[in-house]
Structures are given as structure tokens and as C-alpha cells.
């Protein structure tokens, strides 16, 4: 098997790049119904380091660099697998599929025929598809000192949705401190797909403290707006005028108390952004991130027709991180590419369904920088 070729095997500890790092490989070295857990390690020219695992194919680490060249961890996570086992926020740092964000009602109908799926989100709605991909042993195909490559099979009828569904993920490193994401999926039923990462980052580093000096921009001119339960509403919102305008670089927080609807809704800012269409193979733009005390920033790439910015106001504190430190409300933003949520249900939305004989494709990038 070729992965045995690239994977450094010590004792019981698998890893793709021997380093030393805060989070221990043998702290997920474990089997899950007869599926092997590892904690893959890579490391480029540049000194930036990525942890992943297998399980829910999960972002744990990344270390990067400030503005004095010191390395610290910019993304939420556990030392262990227990500690994603047992947390409150269940999706840190996981792929999310088969339909990222949630779907009104738990329910869409293709065909005439009505399918129901689970009520995982406050009960009247399904997130992030129900159990999904996040709480999966995800097989690992190949592995080399830079990238990673894993599958899942999802089987017809998993958490209500139709079809047997093949995914293949891929995290690759490169040298200009960039996490390049991409999926491949086929299906052999009418289902609706929309993958998304569900990293939470912070800038200074995970667990110091909130994001709402950092700054943040989206290159997008519009929302989709939101009803009570966190649906969109089948509208467009321009966001000129209005809490939600990023067009410019703004500090996270300066707006939080106003009084606008959306934002007293989503109890801050937990809504899709509107990006510009990307060519076929090509990526726009999304959204930059600049921490001004630390110096560095990071810019989000895709070719998906949305960008979720989430300021993860529910984190409670209940978590405790990699650093030992509680992770707090605002401790942390997510910036997730995906299909416009509840899009199965909302006609005037970029259609999510793939059919028979088509491929899911989808791609990410998070590229890491320093602004001195």
C-alpha cells in the first residue's frame, strides 16, 4: 500500500513529518469502530507547521509565524481525541457534509418524494447534515510530507439524505504558508452536496483572547438575510449602509452593538456572504483577516458561491483548549465556503444538487501572512 512508504511509524505514534509539537500523535491513536484515529504532522520550508486527523478530517493545529517571527497556534482545537469526543462545540476544525449549514425544517423534497432528516439544531432544523462527515473515521489514502489525502463513503439513507455518496478530500502545505482544501464527490442518486472546513481561528493565537479588534474584510456587496430560526429567506440584502459592509477592512467589533434586526437575530454575525461567481478551476477572493497586535493576517480562497462569517458568539467557555485556556464567546471567527445555506429549499439560491454521472468538486484556501 503506498501510504506505508511516506508515513513515519514510532511506537504507536503516526506521523507524516517527525517535529516537536504541542499536540502529542499518540493522543489519537486509537481505533473507532474498527477504524484506525491518527494525527498526521507536516511542516514546509517556511517553518509553518499543520496537525490533522483522520477523524472528521479536522484541522488541530496551525502554527505560524508574527510579526517577530514567533510561532503560535491560530487555530481552536484539543490535545486529544477524547477532547473532540467530549466537547460542547462539536465541530472544530472538521470537514462538514453533506450539506454545510442548515437546512429549514430538517426537510427538502426531490422527485416528488419527501425526505426528512435529522433535528440536530435546536430541534427544528438540520446542521451541518445531521451526524455527517464530522463525527467520521475518514480513510486515509495517501499521505506524503505535504499533503494528505482521505475518503468517506456515505452510504443511501445516512442521516435521511438519498444516495450513496463518494467523497475524497485533500489538505495540502505549500511554501507560501498556505492550507489548500479540496473535494471530489459522486453520487449515484439526485442529492444535494455542499462541503465546507469549520476551522475556528484565531490570530493571536488559540485561547488569547477575542477577535473583535481583529479586522476583517469580505469582498462580497451582499447578504442573505436571515428569519428567526436562522434560515435565509430566499432574499438578497445589500449590505451597503448596514453592519454587514466588510467591503473595507473593519475592526470585528466595532459594530456588534447595533441594533440592526440580522444582527440582534444571529445574535452577532452568523450569516452567508454573497461572492462574485469564480471561473471553472479558478478561486476568488473571499475575505482577509488582519490581527493588528500580532501582525499577521490570513486570506480565504474559493470557488464556492458563499462564505459563512461566524463569530462564534455561543462559544461558552465550557471548552478548554489545546493551551489549557477556556475558549470564551468571540474567542474565535470561522470563515466557511459553502453553498448558500437552506439552498434546497430556496429556489432563487444557487442550486446544491448533484445527479447521477456529475462530480462534487469544491476548493479552499487559507493563506496564512504577516503584516509588519
Known sequence: MKIAAVLLVVGSVVSCHRHPVVVDAAAFDREIDGKRVALYTFENERGMIVQITNFGGRIVSVFVPDKNGDLADVVLGFSSLDGYLNAKERYMGCVVGRVANRIGGGTFTIDSVRYRLPLNDGGVNTLHGGVGFSEQVWQVDSCDDRSITMSYFSPDGADGFPGNVTSRMTYRLTDDNSIEITYRAETDKTTPLSYT?????NLSGEGNGTITDQELTIYADKITPIDSALIPTGEYLPVAGTPFDFRTPERIGARLSDPHPQLIIGN???H??????????TVVHAATVRDPKS??????FTDA????????SYLSGEDVGKSGKPYLSRGAL???TQGVPSAVNRPSYPSVWVRPGEVYTGRCIYKFGVDR
Open 272 to 281: 452567508n456572504w454573497v461572492l462574485k461567481e469564480a471561473a471553472d478551476g
Open 334 to 336: 470561522a470563515l466557511e
Open 268 to 270: 452577532g454575525y452568523n
Open 305 to 312: 458561491v458563499g462564505v459563512q462569517f461566524y463569530d462564534a
Open 197 to 201: 472546513n469549520h476551522s475556528y481561528f
Open 295 to 300: 501582525g499577521r493576517t490570513l486570506d480565504v
